[in-house]
């Protein structure tokens, strides 16, 4: 069977597991700061003392410690429940981790999700000025792929990959390398 020269050579199927310390650690980095905020409400609450007098003599100043209370609450409870969701994944009993295969990339990543991304969806360039030709002779160090995903243009795939895995940018590029220039070729 004969190949042209656009058509891209099978790659490789690699998987990425989620680094779970590294979540670990992000989770516990949430956790903290969410405790910081809740503790900080509830000191402050705490420290008003009497609420009915304060009410009585000066009103709408309780009401705008209680709307700062209110959303130092709310964005602890935010954080609080995003650490969560990354301590759950740490903690997942499944195995976690990102499948990249010829045909897609497909992420399982427990509390956060499966997502499978086809490489058809997926827009891949590198930096202006870069010479696709050369792209095989540079080091895995030398440049960050751009991978944006065709339906949601605001989200960097490359960059959410590394987030969720953990795996460091050299690890990742040399993973997604054959992929990414076998889709840059095909554009």
Same mark, same amino acid.
């Not at 009915?52 to 209110?70: D, G, N, Y």
């Given at each position: 069977?004969?190949?042209?020269?656009?058509?891209?050579?099978?790659?490789?199927?690699?998987?990425?597991?989620?680094?779970?310390?590294?979540?670990?650690?992000?989770?516990?980095?949430?956790?903290?700061?969410?405790?910081?905020?809740?503790?900080?409400?509830?000191?402050?609450?705490?420290?008003?003392?009497?609420?009915?007098?304060?009410?009585?003599?000066?009103?709408?100043?309780?009401?705008?410690?209680?709307?700062?209370?209110?959303?130092?609450?709310?964005?602890?409870?935010?954080?609080?429940?995003?650490?969560?969701?990354?301590?759950?994944?740490?903690?997942?009993?499944?195995?976690?981790?990102?499948?990249?295969?010829?045909?897609?990339?497909?992420?399982?990543?427990?509390?956060?999700?499966?997502?499978?991304?086809?490489?058809?969806?997926?827009?891949?360039?590198?930096?202006? #000025?870069? +010479?696709? !030709?050369? @792209?095989? &002779?540079?080091?895995?160090?030398? =440049?960050?792929?751009? /991978? *944006?995903? $065709?339906?949601?243009?605001?989200?960097?795939?490359?960059?959410?990959?590394?987030?969720?895995? #953990?795996? +460091?940018? !050299?690890? @990742?590029? &040399?993973?997604?390398?054959?992929? =990414?220039?076998?889709? /840059? *070729?095909? $554009?």
């Amino acid at each position: 069977m004969m190949t042209s020269e656009t058509t891209p050579a099978p790659s490789p199927e690699t998987r990425i597991p989620v680094d779970r310390i590294h979540v670990f650690v992000k989770a516990l980095w949430r956790l903290l700061i969410a405790a910081a905020l809740l503790g900080l409400a509830w000191l402050l609450g705490v420290l008003i003392g009497d609420w009915s007098l304060f009410w009585r003599e000066q009103p709408v100043t309780l009401l705008a410690i209680l709307l700062f209370l209110a959303g130092l609450s709310i964005i602890g409870a935010v954080v609080a429940f995003g650490g969560s969701r990354w301590l759950a994944l740490a903690c997942w009993p499944a195995p976690v981790g990102v499948q990249i295969g010829a045909g897609a990339i497909d992420a399982a990543l427990g509390p956060f999700g499966s997502v499978m991304i086809p490489w058809t969806r997926l827009r891949c360039e590198v930096a202006e #000025g870069f +010479d696709i !030709e050369m @792209l095989s &002779h540079v080091g895995d160090d030398a =440049f960050t792929p751009v /991978m *944006r995903d $065709a339906l949601d243009p605001q989200r960097d795939v490359y960059a959410w990959l590394q987030a969720h895995t #953990g795996a +460091d940018p !050299e690890t @990742l590029t &040399h993973t997604l390398r054959p992929h =990414f220039e076998a889709r /840059m *070729r095909s $554009a």
